[in-house]
């Protein structure tokens, strides 16, 4: 069964540090998401993706954030200086279209920011 | 804009008992609701959902959920759990045009062995 992939598992940086967050998502899918969770907080929406470029973003996701789609199959999320509050579980997803499909999550990406 | 609020933040059962876990939404027009699962170590796993026509979803795994619009609820049942449902339970919507999804803060269900 075809899956979104996330790399790596788990990222440690320093404060000030520029990563960048990468998903492979299901290949035949037309929408891109990523979402964060810090621990102990609720799932929250960062990002849509389609037809190369954002469609729509949430208030999180400010100059510091940026995401792109470098070849058919990467999609990556940079965070270009980082802070201690970027500590989180990013979580990549994928859908065909959206209206009723479902969004597909990958296994998530741990950013420790120290 | 939409929202939802699930209020147990953890929830403890025996094997066998009945679940029933709380998902209340804000009316915004066009109602979409889903009900993701997330088990320890593995990524968000969509139950079930609702858009429109019979109000009693029935999702993988046993579960169903019931869309009741007096009461703002899509609260989330399985009649008899098992140690294998110990997991997060996330109640969502759609946050804007482009499908993206807007959680609860999840419940955490324990089943006792």
């Known amino acids: 069964e075809p899956e979104v992939t996330q790399t790596p598992s788990h990222q440690v940086t320093q404060m000030g540090q520029e990563v960048i967050l990468r998903c492979v998502p299901i290949?035949?899918?037309?929408?891109f998401y990523w979402y964060r969770q810090i621990l102990g907080q609720k799932v929250e929406f960062l990002v849509s993706?389609?037809?190369?470029?954002?469609?729509?973003k949430s208030e999180i996701f400010d100059d510091q954030f940026s995401v792109e789609r470098p070849d058919g199959s990467n999609f990556t999320l940079k965070i270009r200086s980082t802070k201690l509050e970027d500590s989180a579980m990013y979580f990549c997803?994928?859908?065909?279209?959206?209206?009723?499909?479902?969004?597909?999550f990958g296994p998530g990406t741990r950013l420790t920011v120290l | 804009a939409q929202s939802v609020s699930q209020h147990n933040h953890h929830v403890i059962l025996s094997e066998a008992a009945s679940l029933e876990l709380g998902c209340n939404y804000s009316?915004?027009?066009?109602?979409?609701l889903f009900w993701y699962v997330q088990y320890p170590g593995q990524h968000l796993q969509l139950l079930l959902k609702?858009?429109?026509?019979?109000?009693l979803v029935k999702g993988i795994k046993g579960f169903e959920a019931e869309f009741i619009k007096s009461k703002f609820s899509f609260n989330l049942r399985k009649p008899s759990v098992q140690w294998s449902d110990t997991a997060e339970y996330f109640c969502a919507t759609y946050g804007g045009s482009q499908g993206n999804l807007i959680f609860g803060k999840g419940t955490k269900l324990s089943v006792k062995p």
């Open positions: 009316y915004g027009g066009t109602v979409n």
């Open positions: 993706f389609y037809n190369n470029e954002i469609s729509e």
């Open positions: 290949s035949n899918h037309l929408y």
């Open positions: 997803a994928s859908s065909g279209e959206t209206g009723s499909n479902e969004q597909f």
């Open positions: 609702y858009f429109s026509g019979d109000p």
